[in-house]
């Protein structure tokens, strides 16, 4: 059976390879970093969700060390069974206080967070409408329940609007939107969302995956970026970007929403508990962002930095602040052959292209962060101009 499935399965890569598609994967011989050996070559890496440089900081590899002393690798338990330590309730409340939220379910991961919400809280009685280029998570989320499914285009106000009368007999209506789209570098106008809920009666539930830890005035994200902290119902988010760049998620929320995810919540019954060295670990990073807004600042430093001198260089770049920085490049195979070169260059970057992106979108997405220094963002950008030609 298996030999007409191989063959089925190799003309599809086949396909992927010629339309230029293929994404390979880069081996790195060092720790995640501002710098890493990629085929035994020293790059600048642009890629990384390192936003605040936390991947490698020596007080968190000191926090996990201590970590694995006190807790142990791991638990070999879900959570309702044998899973839960004190330091999962500790994260838990912390990253409650620390997003201005009632209550936080960890998750082994964000993409589990969103696979677990739409199935616990809505059913066939009830709506939710989501932004069209909202996190895949989401979208998968959203498919396993079995809410009345809407959409609106991007950002579009006037069609979530629309969408909001549609559903206007639903028991319930939750609007889903990222905070910061991460192919886009966009944010959500999340106030405005909120009156568009205060006015139809809808929950508003944010995915902050690409915002926690830096966006905001004291890096708690969009929601208090945007002043609507009390107006979100649920926030969910990662471990695995700013804050520390391992693994994990979490949803935070309302307490009642938290309670039945704890109750029902499928990823969350059903897989093992987070491994209690990145749990403490994450308190660890939390005290960081709490006492200290170095990073913070050198992150918008070296972003302002990047777009000022792409934009003086005549690249076509995404419009914004943050630092996801989306250099449009439109052909799949000149973003993948661009990309290849800056390697070659020393600059470690990676063309996205259909199905992350739509056709004739492609890009070369750079990542900026608080690691890298002045003199790596010049010489990134003096990169992309010779890989330019």
Request: net charge neutral.
């Given at each position: 059976m298996f030999t007409n499935v191989r063959d089925q399965l190799r003309a599809t890569l086949d396909e992927i390879t010629e339309a230029g598609l293929l994404k390979p994967e880069r081996v790195i011989g060092t720790p995640q970093s501002s710098r890493v050996s990629v085929a035994g070559q020293e790059v600048l890496n642009f890629c990384a969700n390192n936003y605040l440089g936390l991947a490698d900081h020596p007080e968190v590899i000191e926090a996990a060390k201590r970590a694995l002393d006190r807790w142990g690798f791991g638990m070999a338990s879900v959570r309702f069974i044998c899973g839960t330590q004190e330091v999962h309730k500790e994260l838990e409340a912390r990253l409650s206080d620390f997003l201005g939220m009632e209550d936080t379910v960890l998750y082994s991961s964000c993409f589990d967070a969103n696979g677990g919400v739409f199935e616990t809280l809505l059913d066939g009685q009830d709506a939710v409408i989501s932004d069209a280029l909202n996190h895949a998570s989401i979208i998968d989320g959203i498919r396993l329940s079995k809410a009345r499914r809407?959409?609106?285009?991007?950002?579009?106000?006037?069609?979530?609007?629309?969408?909001?009368?549609?559903?206007?007999?639903?028991?319930?209506?939750?609007i889903v939107t990222d905070g910061v789209f991460s192919m886009d570098g966009y944010l959500a106008p999340l106030a405005d969302i909120c009156d568009l809920a205060d006015r139809y009666d809808a929950m508003v539930?944010?995915?902050?995956?690409?915002a926690v830890g830096f966006v905001g005035p004291t890096g708690r994200g969009t929601p208090e970026l945007h002043g609507v902290t009390e107006r979100i119902d649920i926030i969910t988010g990662t471990l695995g970007k700013a804050?520390?760049?391992?693994?994990?998620?979490?949803?935070?929320?309302?307490?009642?929403?938290?309670?039945?995810?704890?109750?029902?919540?499928?990823?969350?019954?059903?897989?093992?508990?987070?491994?209690?060295?990145?749990?403490?670990?994450?308190?660890?990073?939390?005290?960081?962002?709490?006492?200290?807004?170095?990073?913070?600042?050198?992150?918008?430093?070296?972003?302002?930095?990047?777009?000022?001198?792409?934009?003086?260089?005549?690249?076509?770049?995404?419009?914004?602040?943050?630092?996801?920085?989306?250099?449009?490049?439109?052909?799949?195979?000149?973003?993948?052959?661009?990309?290849?070169?800056?390697?070659?260059?020393?600059?470690?970057?990676?063309?996205?292209?259909?199905?992350?992106?739509?056709?004739?979108?492609?890009?070369?997405?750079?990542?900026?962060?608080?690691?890298h220094t002045a003199a790596d963002v010049d010489r990134a950008v003096d990169a992309f101009i010779q890989a330019r030609g």
């Open positions: 809407y959409r609106y285009a991007n950002r579009d106000m006037a069609e979530l609007e629309a969408r909001l009368k549609e559903a206007a007999d639903a028991r319930r209506r939750l539930m944010v995915d902050d995956s690409h804050l520390g760049g391992a693994s994990g998620g979490y949803v935070s929320g309302r307490k009642e929403i938290c309670d039945l995810l704890r109750q029902r919540s499928r990823p969350y019954l059903f897989s093992n508990s987070l491994a209690p060295a990145i749990a403490a670990t994450s308190l660890r990073i939390l005290d960081l962002l709490e006492t200290t807004s170095e990073a913070r600042e050198q992150l918008r430093a070296n972003t302002e930095r990047f777009r000022s001198r792409m934009t003086e260089a005549g690249f076509d770049i995404l419009p914004g602040d943050h630092p996801i920085v989306p250099v449009m490049i439109g052909d799949a195979a000149e973003a993948g052959a661009m990309a290849e070169r800056l390697l070659e260059l020393g600059v470690y970057v990676i063309g996205f292209s259909y199905p992350v992106v739509p056709h004739g979108q492609a890009r070369i997405r750079v990542q900026l962060s608080a690691a």
